[in-house]
């Protein structure tokens, strides 16, 4: 059976957390680790959206909880929930991963924060992977980042000014 047949989409139904669907097509034969056309595992999709039976179920399969996607995130970069990372490292996900851009869970951390997932942060904290203090020392690398952007667009402004005077000032001559 083709993984990409019609009704046989094994990622969406991963997505949608649909067992009984991902039994029967693991039944049929499909590889737990096959991946879709975009280099997408099952067990990314279930990470991703925190389905832990379903999770269980593709690990007891043989599903390879370090498989990597095109970029080189693994499920753990991808999950966001302390449930489900707990199940993954458990299972023998490598927490200390980097994907292609050198991004690793500090960096995913920060795009929690930014998404305002507290809960994953606060759990990666207490687990001591994030260091005690770095929701406050993102918060404020943020803020001189956004001070900084200010600043620029500050400077670019009078440079425009300035310019805009100078030809002002040029074409009153010319008028003369």
Not at 23 to 47: H, K, R, S
Not at 58 to 82: F, K
Request: glycine share 8%; charged share 25%; aromatic share 8%.
């Amino acid at each position: 059976m083709s993984a990409f047949e019609d009704g046989a989409n094994i990622w969406t139904a991963c997505a949608d957390g649909d067992m009984s669907r991902v039994e029967y097509l693991l039944g049929l034969g499909m590889n737990v680790n096959v991946t879709d056309e975009y280099g997408y595992a099952p067990i990314y999709f279930a990470a991703s959206y925190s389905h832990i039976p379903l999770i269980e179920y593709l690990i007891g399969r043989g599903a390879n909880v370090n498989i990597c996607d095109p970029d080189g995130d693994t499920p753990i970069l991808a999950c966001e929930d302390p449930v489900t990372f707990e199940l993954l490292e458990k299972h023998g996900a490598d927490i200390t991963v980097k994907n292609n851009e050198g991004e690793g869970l500090v960096e995913k951390a920060v795009e929690m924060l930014e998404e305002e997932n507290i809960e994953m942060v606060d759990y990666l904290i207490t687990r001591q992977i994030l260091p005690a203090d770095f929701k406050e020392t993102v918060g404020a690398k943020e803020e001189a980042d956004t001070a900084g952007a200010i600043q620029v667009d500050m400077n670019d402004l009078q440079q425009y000014m300035e310019e805009q005077e100078a030809m002002g000032a040029g074409m009153e001559k010319e008028s003369a």
